[in-house]
């Protein structure tokens, strides 16, 4: 399966291709998926598959949800994970009905701007793209999911200078809420990158309770020449924790000590209630 991709049935289904007798001529992969649903239907409906006509073939309209191309059955308007190169039928309702998978003419630029997006499922948009929706729009949701998940690296922060509670956009979330929230956060994001990125680069500990940014090297000459969008790392030139956004570094926090005398300086450390206001640091 993809380390990092927009998934779609051909990523989950493994075995042999080939059911004979066919008359449609089919490619490979799809002639499996056909032999596949036609022993589906022969031992949990004891009849056969309909027969596909080549000359009477519906269209079935695409979208993404939570990162896979799906579309939607028009007789029960169940979803189903979609096929490359295949035809479709739905075997939840067994209409019957044929259908070709309709894709959008942008499909690699919707893709390309959906992994740009950290798949982040809390609070902001996961990965998930409808017909209409247009390239704006979608960049849009890409930035709104990089704000929240700057949003977590504050909480991250706010817990490494001994904060026991944080508002957050007209809430108070105590230690163990934003424990919970980073840590969901964390899993999401290492989960849907497939690789140890950000487990290797934020070096997230729990020894002692809290999490927080430990602070593995990362002077500029000894991080990676050619970065993938979404990296994370602490930079200890700049002493601040950035990401990259597949074009330049962007400063995703500033850890400096001015930080910490900042809210020292406003009695929000050590006093149980730390406040980040929008704006006034991390960027």
């Known amino acids: 399966m993809p380390t990092d991709a927009i998934l779609t049935f051909s990523d989950y289904v493994v075995g042999e291709a080939g059911q004979p007798g066919l008359e449609l001529e089919l490619p490979e992969y799809s002639r499996h998926y056909v032999g596949y649903l036609e022993h589906w239907y022969q031992r949990t409906r004891n009849q056969d598959l309909p027969v596909i006509d080549p000359t009477n073939l519906g269209e079935a309209v695409l979208e993404v949800n939570a990162g896979r191309w799906v579309w939607q ?3 029960c308007h169940n979803g189903e994970l979609v096929q ?8 939840q309702c067994a209409t019957g009905s044929w259908l070709v998978p309709r894709w959008p003419d942008n499909r690699e630029e919707i893709e ?5 997006q950290p798949g982040y499922r809390l609070s902001a948009p996961i990965r998930n793209w409808e017909p209409g929706w247009t390239m704006d729009y979608l960049r849009e949701r890409t930035a709104k ?8 690296v504050k909480l991250v922060r706010a817990l490494s200078i001994g904060a026991t509670r944080v508002w957050v956009d007209g809430e108070v979330l105590t230690a163990a809420q934003m424990n919970l929230y980073i840590s969901d956060l964390i899993d ?3 989960g849907r990158n497939g690789e140890q990125e950000l487990e290797d680069s934020l070096r997230i500990l729990d020894g ?4 927080f940014f430990g602070l593995p090297g990362g002077t500029t000459g000894q991080r990676p020449t050619n970065p993938r969008p979404g990296l994370v790392r602490f930079s200890k030139t700049n002493n601040r924790v950035e990401f990259h956004d597949g074009t330049n570094w962007q400063t995703f926090l500033d850890t400096s000590l001015l ?25």
């Open 112 to 116: 390309a701007e959906l992994l740009r």
């Open 145 to 152: 999911a990089w704000l929240l998940v700057h949003q977590g």
């Open 73 to 75: 059955c028009p007789g």
């Open 188 to 190: 999401d994001l290492a």
């Open 259 to 283: 930080t910490y005398a900042w809210l020292n300086s406003r009695g929000l450390v050590g006093t149980g209630a730390t406040q980040f206001a929008q704006g006034s640091h991390g960027h």
């Open 84 to 91: 490359n190169e295949a035809l479709i039928i739905c075997y």
């Open 208 to 211: 002692t309770g809290s999490r």
